[in-house]
C-alpha cells in the first residue's frame, strides 16, 4: 500500500501499514527475509541493511505496523514480552525509582524484584487505580510509572490519563503495558501515555505459535534509545516470527470483536452460576472500573478471573474441561484457562498473593473465539461437578 494510512480505519491499517508490495515480486505479504547479513555492492555503499541483527525487513515491517496502530513513532519487536520490558527498563538507571503497579504479570514482579534490584534500581508496588497512591509514591527518584491496565490477573483498571498527569508533573515518563487490550480496544498513547508494551505472543499474534514483545515509544529520542539498546543486547524477534506476527494482525479487528462477544457471555454465566463466587470482568456493570474502561477504550477485552472457593474447587473444576484448554499464556483463538496461583503467578511469593486477593480458588479465562454454545456448555458441565 503506498501513502499515509493515517485517515485510515484500524483494519485497513492493520492489513496494510508498514507492508507496501515487495519491490520484487509485487507479493503482497512481507516476505521472510531469512538472512543473517546483506551483501554491500562495493565498500561503504549497500542498500540500507547491513546485519540482520541490526535491520531485517521482515521485522522493520512488524515494527512499523505496531506503531501505526498504536500511534507511536517508532516500533521495536524483541524475542519475548520480557525481552521488550527488559530493554524499556535501560531508561532507568542505578539509584533511580519506579513506581509499578502491584498487581502485574508474575514475571515482570520477578523481573524488578528479583533482578533489577540487585543493579540498584528500586521499586515502589501501588494499588494503581487509586491514583493517590501513585502520587504518594513519586520521589524526585522516580524515573517511571509503570501500569498494566485491567491488570493480570485481578482484571482492575487504571485511569490512564490520570497517572501519565501524575508521573509527568514529577519529571517521570508513564509506561503500559497494552497486552490484554491489544490496540484495537485501546490506545494508551492517545491518553498520553509515553510508551506502550506488548507481548505480541497474545492477541497481536493471536494463534499460540510464536513468542514474542513489541515496545513502542512516543517520542524520537526514547525510539533511538531503544534502536540502539535493540542492536546492543540482540533479543530480536526472529523474522519468522514477526511473520507469524504481522500475519496474526491483519485479522486482530475480527478476531477482537468476537473474543469480547463470546467473553460478555461466558461472564454473565459465571455471574448466574451458584458455585462461583465472584467474577472480574470490566464488561459488567457491577465491576468497579466498568466506567473507566468504556471511556479510556472501546471494548472489555476477553479477559476474565472468577473464583470458586478452594483450590479443590478449581482443581475439580478445570480437570473436566473437555474444550477450553489448561494453559499458559492467553490471547490465542482457542479459549485458554489456568490457575494463577500455581501458574501464571507462581513465582509471586503466597503471601503477596493472599494481599493482592490471588486466591487459591480463583481462575483465569482468556476466551477464545469457538462457538460460543460449545463454551458455555463445557464450563456448565464443569462447574456443575466442581
Not at 511469593?349 to 481462575?363: D, F, H, N, S, Y
Request: glycine residues 8%; aromatic residues 8%; negative net charge.
Amino acid at each position: 500500500m503506498k501513502g499515509d494510512t493515517k485517515n485510515l480505519g484500524f483494519s485497513t491499517r492493520a492489513i496494510h501499514a508498514g507492508q507496501a508490495p515487495d519491490p520484487t515480486t509485487g507479493s503482497v505479504t512481507v516476505p521472510i527475509y531469512q538472512t543473517s547479513t546483506y551483501i554491500h555492492e562495493e565498500l561503504g555503499v549497500h542498500k540500507g541493511y547491513e546485519y540482520a541483527r541490526v535491520q531485517n525487513p521482515t521485522r522493520e515491517a512488524l515494527q512499523d505496523n505496531i506503531a501505526d496502530l498504536e500511534g507511536g513513532i517508532a516500533g521495536h519487536a524483541f524475542a519475548s514480552g520480557m525481552s521488550a520490558i527488559a530493554t524499556l527498563l535501560t531508561t532507568v538507571k542505578t539509584g533511580e525509582h519506579v513506581v509499578c503497579s502491584q498487581n502485574v504479570y508474575g514475571g515482570t514482579y520477578r523481573f524488578f524484584h528479583h533482578i533489577l534490584e540487585r543493579y540498584g534500581l528500586s521499586f515502589s508496588w501501588v494499588n494503581s487505580p487509586d491514583l493517590g497512591e501513585i502520587e504518594r509514591a513519586m520521589t524526585p527518584k522516580t524515573r517511571l510509572v509503570y501500569i498494566e491496565t485491567p491488570t493480570n490477573p485481578m482484571i482492575e483498571v487504571t485511569d490512564i490519563a490520570g497517572a501519565a498527569r501524575i508521573a509527568h508533573s514529577h519529571g517521570a515518563k508513564l509506561a503500559v503495558d497494552n497486552t490484554f487490550m491489544s490496540p484495537y480496544f485501546q490506545r494508551p498513547l492517545e491518553h498520553d501515555a509515553d510508551f506502550v508494551i506488548h507481548s505480541t505472543t497474545k492477541f497481536l499474534n493471536g494463534h499460540s505459535d510464536s513468542i514474542g514483545g513489541a515496545l513502542v515509544a512516543k517520542s524520537a529520542d526514547d525510539a533511538e534509545w531503544f534502536s540502539f539498546v535493540q542492536k546492543s543486547e540482540g533479543a530480536i524477534l526472529s523474522p519468522f516470527d514477526s511473520f507469524l506476527v504481522l500475519r496474526g494482525i491483519k485479522t486482530l479487528g475480527v478476531r477482537m470483536d468476537r473474543h469480547e462477544i463470546n467473553a460478555r457471555a461466558v461472564a454473565d454465566l459465571l455471574k448466574r452460576h451458584p458455585k462461583v463466587r465472584s467474577v472480574l470482568y470490566p464488561g459488567l456493570a457491577d465491576h468497579p472500573g466498568h466506567d473507566l474502561q468504556k471511556r479510556q477504550a472501546s471494548g472489555f477485552g476477553a479477559l476474565i478471573a472468577f473464583d470458586l472457593g478452594s483450590e479443590d474447587a478449581a482443581r475439580s473444576f478445570l480437570n473436566r474441561l473437555q474444550v477450553l484448554s489448561l494453559a499458559e499464556s492467553l490471547g490465542g483463538v482457542e479459549t485458554l484457562i489456568s490457575h494463577p496461583a500455581s501458574m501464571t503467578h507462581a513465582s509471586v511469593p503466597v503471601e503477596r498473593q493472599a494481599k493482592l486477593g490471588i486466591t487459591r480458588g480463583m481462575i483465569r479465562v482468556s476466551v477464545g473465539i469457538e462457538d460460543l454454545n460449545d463454551l458455555l456448555a463445557d464450563l456448565d458441565r464443569a462447574l456443575s461437578v466442581a
